[in-house]
């Protein structure tokens, strides 16, 4: 997977989610490589190297192994792993499956959705479906600044697109190809008992003013996770790591430097 690095010392590892790449950690990789050896990846079927792997599948299973894959490859386990939305429900389950390659895990607004014992499986709003089936046409059809502003507005906050900066917009633009991909491959959702499998420790951080769904998910984990702290990046929304840089950034320092102290 191609990647980018800054900084010295323990493996922070971040990994983007929908419509995203290695560019979207540039805030922290700024910020945080004064104490981390920081190191941002793109996933499979993302920029810059979609075209280089047609033959891959596209697939959140595949992305958690892949995960793995890379910090072996990089010969620093266990490492310090961050997620965010589609790449919190990767990241989780790269936890899951791998507990040996990760020391602690923070998610950012993970996606996916809740199992709760004895209650019908949860599902995105009707609405919701259809308003990203909608977006993913659009982009398919050559209009990808509205499929991508529909889609974008649906996962953050309406007027989000409109108000994003350029860099974010170009990202979008590289990766729009991927929303049609990830739609045919769900996420799984959070189960008890399998949320309760991830033993190490876990910072959950929502925005303020992220939609209800990654907020209900985020209350869910704290009290499904043996092990985990919870903060809230005062104003923001989905993309709070942009937004609020240093707030993000001194929750994920704070974290883990308080594991850090615990364990010495």
Not at 164 to 187: E, I, K, V, W, Y
């Amino acid at each position: 997977m191609p990647y980018v690095e800054a900084g010295e010392g323990e493996l922070l590892l971040f990994v983007h989610g929908s419509l995203c790449d290695y560019r979207y950690w540039q805030p922290q990789l700024a910020g945080l490589s004064k104490q981390y050896r920081c190191v941002a990846v793109s996933l499979t079927h993302y920029w810059p190297a979609a075209a280089e792997q047609p033959g891959h599948p596209f697939s959140w299973s595949r992305h958690a192994d892949e995960v793995a894959e890379f910090i072996d490859r990089f010969g620093a386990r266990p490492a310090h792993v961050v997620g965010h939305s589609r790449g919190g429900s990767v990241t989780f389950q790269f936890a899951r499956r791998h507990p040996e390659r990760v020391r602690t895990l923070t998610l950012a607004d993970p996606g996916g959705q809740l199992q709760i014992a004895g209650q019908p499986a949860a599902r995105l709003p009707g609405t919701v479906n259809v308003l990203r089936a909608k977006a993913a046409q659009l982009i398919e059809a050559g209009d990808v600044e509205g499929g991508l502003r529909l889609f974008v507005d649906s996962v953050s906050r309406p007027g989000f697109w409109a108000m994003s900066t350029p860099g974010f917009r170009r990202m979008a633009t590289d990766n729009a190809h991927t929303l049609a991909l990830q739609l045919q491959d769900p996420l799984p959702a959070y189960v008890p008992d399998e949320v309760a499998e991830v033993r190490c420790p876990v910072l959950l951080i929502d925005g303020e003013k992220s939609p209800d769904m990654f907020r209900r998910t985020a209350t869910a984990l704290q009290e499904w996770l043996p092990d985990a702290r919870r903060e809230t990046v005062r104003g923001a929304s989905h993309g709070m790591n942009l937004a609020h840089p240093g707030a993000f950034n001194r929750y994920v320092d704070g974290f883990i430097q308080a594991v850090n102290a615990r364990e010495a």
